[in-house]
């Protein structure tokens, strides 16, 4: 059965960091493509971040501005995003999802999805 598992959000004051987790299945993680998307209340979902599995390649958001980091652990199977400078505006749910068609932050170019994760930032 395909799984992708997120962990690591939570409650932090702006300014703050956080790093979240998405630890994927073995068989669906090579040679496919990992995105991180976010929807805040009454909003859109949108793309944060991605990144190529089986290399460096990695793609962000504009509105990201440095402030995120993707990454991944090969051999964990598990994608990271690190979070710095968190604003208000950054307070959503973070869902980690995989598919193969590129780095685009699009949703319908994702197949598999996790249950997300929140991240709420106090003033």
């Known amino acids: 059965q395909v799984q992708l598992v997120e962990s690591g959000g939570g409650s932090v004051q702006a300014g703050g960091s956080l790093r979240l987790s998405c630890a994927a299945s073995?068989?669906?993680?090579?040679?496919?493509?990992v995105a991180w998307l976010r929807q805040r209340p009454g909003k859109e979902r949108e793309g944060v971040a991605s990144?190529?599995?089986?290399?460096?390649?990695?793609f962000y958001a504009d509105f990201v501005k440095g402030r995120f980091t993707i990454s991944q652990d090969y051999a964990k199977m598990t994608v990271y995003l690190q979070n710095y400078s968190l604003k208000t505006d950054d307070t959503a749910m973070y869902y980690c999802?995989?598919?193969?068609?590129?780095?685009?932050?699009?949703?319908?170019?994702?197949?598999?999805w996790g249950q997300g994760t929140q991240i709420t930032v106090s003033s």
């Open positions: 073995a068989y669906i993680y090579t040679n496919n493509y």
């Open positions: 999802a995989l598919g193969n068609q590129g780095l685009a932050l699009r949703e319908d170019r994702y197949i598999h």
């Open positions: 990144i190529f599995t089986d290399g460096v390649d990695t």
